[in-house]
């Protein structure tokens, strides 16, 4: 039974890792698709937004899917839609195709997001669920790590005299200046990979806690009339518009505002925007056993809010530290503001859970804005608006006021 469970936590790392790999390499390769498409940054803008909206769309039904059918059936659906969408890319790599591509991933990788955290809680057992989230959490930061340095090895590499294995294979079927279209190839592959390993695996039978639960009637219309439900709502939706915002238009600021190339130092950057990000959260980990996580949470916030100014008006030398930088002061902030939301409300908190993981199409919507605002008065000022959704979150520590606090040393 052990061996089966160590198995299955495996497994479900690995998942989080190829949710991660999907997820966050629309950043590095935002730059490139904008040259080879020809488009504006208001158009570009829509590919984060294609990605994105698909959370707020399915973060709910994902949940009442699970408890009708099981994790096993969603989880393998998620990953073929997931699969459909990669390949689409990968063989028909233009914009028109890049839409309802980066939409059927995003089905997919919200339909797991909801999924696998009951399947971990179960694998892990209940008393070490919270030791195997953080290392979901590692696992997650480290696949954003590496997918930038992929992208950035694939685009140098192929097409030249170069050659390794994956090269040979990907050289005859990706087409010449659109080499970044490659990793739609290693995604499809990557997921088809998982697909196999979970259509062979039994999974254990996973029992909905109350707090895992998603009810779409009173409990609904009785959170949705809750004002402390809306304000963390609004939370969430900064946090992810926040990240995503920094995520998908530095390597595009650099470019244009300092000439750096998104394939080498571009790609290094968002790398390690996502590499402190991870570090950030185990020293948050530290932190919030010894400080009130209202506390830590304004620390961080003005932290995020000195970083960002630095990247967005210093030199290329200080830009490129300066957003790594803030990805390490975001890091605490997802956790801190769920958490604090969760024992903001005393009841339904399954449904709740729902509405807050709603709440990701802040990622789609906040890299929309900047990308319209910037091509009116230009990138630099259009990522301003960082600061307003950074000057949120710094609020929540100021005025929120949970049932429950964080308990420390």
Not at 2 to 16: A, E, G, Q, V, Y
Not at 42 to 69: C, D, Q, R, T
Not at 217 to 237: C, E, M, P
Request: some cysteine; glycine content about 8%; aromatic content about 14%.
């Amino acid at each position: 039974m052990k061996n089966r469970s160590t198995l299955m936590i495996s497994l479900i790392l690995f998942i989080f890792f190829v949710i991660s790999f999907l997820t966050n390499i629309l950043g590095p390769i935002i730059p490139d698709i904008i040259k080879s498409f020809s488009l504006g940054l208001g158009m570009a803008g829509f590919l984060p937004f294609s990605f994105f909206v698909a959370y707020g769309i399915m973060s709910v039904p994902a949940g009442l899917l699970i408890e009708k059918y099981s994790e096993k059936k969603v989880i393998l659906f998620a990953f073929l839609l997931a699969l459909i969408g990669a390949l689409l890319f990968a063989m028909f790599p233009v914009f028109a195709v890049a839409l309802p591509s980066l939409f059927l991933i995003g089905i997919g990788m919200a339909m797991l997001q909801v999924a696998i955290n009951p399947l971990l809680r179960q694998s892990g057992g209940e008393e070490n669920f919270a030791f195997y989230s953080v290392l979901a959490q590692f696992v997650f930061g480290l696949a954003s790590f590496l997918s930038p340095q992929l992208y950035s090895y694939l685009v140098n590499n192929l097409h030249t005299a170069k050659t390794s294995f994956i090269l040979n294979i990907l050289n005859p079927i990706v087409p010449q200046q659109l080499e970044w279209a490659s990793l739609y190839w290693v995604f499809a592959a990557m997921v088809v990979l998982v697909i196999i390993i979970i259509a062979i695996i039994r999974f254990p039978k996973v029992e909905l806690t109350a707090d895992e639960k998603i009810e779409t009637g009173k409990a609904f219309s009785d959170l949705l009339r809750n004002k402390q439900v809306i304000l963390f709502f609004v939370g969430i939706f900064a946090y992810v518009g926040t990240e995503q915002g920094i995520a998908n238009w530095a390597s595009k600021f650099l470019q244009t505002y300092h000439g750096i190339d998104p394939a080498t130092k571009g790609a290094d950057v968002i790398s390690y925007f996502w590499g402190l990000l991870t570090l950030g959260c185990l020293l948050g980990l530290v932190l919030l056993k010894l400080i009130d996580s209202r506390k830590v949470l304004i620390v961080f916030a003005i932290g995020a809010i000195i970083s960002l100014a630095f990247a967005l008006f210093g030199t290329a030398e200080i830009a490129i530290y300066a957003f790594p930088v803030s990805g390490f002061f975001l890091s605490v902030m997802w956790g801190v503001i769920f958490s604090l939301g969760l024992n903001s409300v005393a009841m339904h908190h399954g449904t709740y859970s729902g509405i807050l993981c709603t709440a990701i199409l802040g990622g789609a919507v906040v890299p929309l804005l900047i990308g319209g605002i910037a091509d009116l008065i230009g990138l630099r000022f259009a990522m301003v608006l960082l600061f307003v959704t950074l000057g949120y979150i710094l609020s929540i520590g100021i005025w929120s006021k949970p049932l429950i606090t964080n308990k420390t040393i």
